[in-house]
Nanobody
């Protein structure tokens, strides 16, 4: 089983920045960041395939950047211009059945990402 460990969360003021990290026990083709705020469904934030292609949710496009360090098996999420609405628990995840297909990675639903980290809390205050 792949193990995922997130870090980098914290409390910041609106307009600030944070960078989240996800250390994976071994390389996977398809990985993503998700978030869940109280009273809301888990939401896809960004996905990244090993070919370097990415996809973003509309609410974070232009503000968040997903990246990776292949040598370290580490996924990152750089969050800029944070807003109070970004407050949530952020999770790193990878598909239950890893895929070599970028399209299958970027169109996969939350349920297909069956391996999850413990989450890291991001709180943005006004």
């Amino acid at each position: 089983q792949v193990q995922l460990v997130e870090s980098g969360g914290g409390s910041v003021q609106a307009g600030g920045s944070l960078r989240l990290s996800c250390a994976a026990s071994y390389r996977r083709y398809c990985m993503g960041w998700f978030r869940q705020a109280p009273g809301k469904e888990r939401e896809g934030v960004a996905t990244m395939h090993s070919d370097g292609s990415t996809s973003y949710g509309d609410s974070v496009k232009g503000r968040f950047t997903i990246s990776k360090d292949t040598a370290k098996n580490t996924l990152y999420l750089e969050m800029n211009n944070l807003k109070p609405e970004d407050t949530a628990m952020y999770y790193c995840a990878t598909k239950i059945t890893d895929t070599w297909s970028p399209s299958r990675c970027h169109t996969a639903g939350v349920a297909e990402f069956g391996y999850w980290g413990q989450g890291t809390q991001v709180t943005v205050s006004s």
